[in-house]
């Protein structure tokens, strides 16, 4: 892959891996290595979190299909090895989180995808893209679940920045676009899209009635944690990678 040409985005729009028992194989130990390499690169960049956690599904018996995928991947960090994440001195120091999550993608179980991305002052600090636990019975009771999980990484963060001596004062902003996650976080009604969801998920109810973090609307254009939860057009990619943060060496004023 030295030689390969880059490209701009890590997966095509629209690509769908699933476990096919009649695709050709691949060697398992080779596709198990690279997929460890990109995970520990997960770490300093947040915009491949999502196609990382997508191709790890299938370590087990991985196929041509998958081996391409991730072959993009490597093409795609070629092509943009020189970005990182910018942190900036002074600013605002103030947490704000998004949350989101896409609902029953995977093909193979119907599970949906939880992300969430918190940023502190300009840039990125915490994020994460994960398959649910459970299946969901709708998209209301996949965002809460995906809001239940980005409230409890704000509490713990919330616990080390007073340990840091720095307080967050205000209730922390979780920007969601999903109106139904809103209303069910203030006011637990029992109705079709939210009767299923267990009752363990509902802690967060309790944690914006107590001031702890505040479920904010946000337009569906405007919500950076979509990076984390689906594949996206290059423009929208772009612009959301760019809200989280990061940026070329080149850039750097």
């Known amino acids: 892959m030295l030689k390969c040409n880059s490209v701009r985005n890590s997966i095509v729009p629209g690509t769908k891996l699933v476990k096919d028992e009649d695709e050709v194989k691949v060697d398992a130990t080779g596709y198990k290595q690279i997929v460890e390499s990109l995970r520990y690169l997960t770490t300093t960049r947040p915009d491949v979190m999502y196609v990382v956690g997508l191709v790890s599904r299938y370590m087990e018996k991985p196929t041509e299909l998958h081996l391409g995928a991730v072959k993009r991947i490597l093409r795609y ?40 991305a918190f940023l502190f002052g300009d840039s990125v600090v915490a994020w994460s893209s994960k398959k649910q636990p459970i299946v ?80 904010v609307h946000c337009g569906t254009k405007e919500q950076t944690s979509d990076i984390m939860t689906k594949a996206l057009k290059l423009e929208t990619f772009e612009k959301l990678r760019e809200k989280l943060g990061i940026c070329g060496a080149t850039e750097i004023n």
């Open 136 to 215: 969901t019975l709708s998209t209301t009771e996949a965002e809460f679940v995906a809001a239940a999980a980005c409230a409890c990484q704000a509490v713990w963060m919330r616990r080390v920045l007073d340990a840091f001596n720095h307080p967050q004062r205000e209730s922390i902003m979780l920007y969601c676009d999903n109106a139904s996650t809103i209303k069910l976080s203030k006011n637990v009604v029992l109705h079709g899209r939210s009767k299923h969801i267990h009752v363990k998920y509902h802690f967060l109810r309790e944690l914006s009635n107590n001031k702890i973090i505040k479920l």
């Open 77 to 116: 960090i070629k092509g943009t090895s020189n970005l990182g994440i910018l942190y900036k001195k002074g600013g605002i120091g103030e947490l704000v989180g998004y949350t989101d999550s896409d609902y029953a993608r995977d093909q193979d179980d119907r599970r949906s995808t939880s992300g969430y």
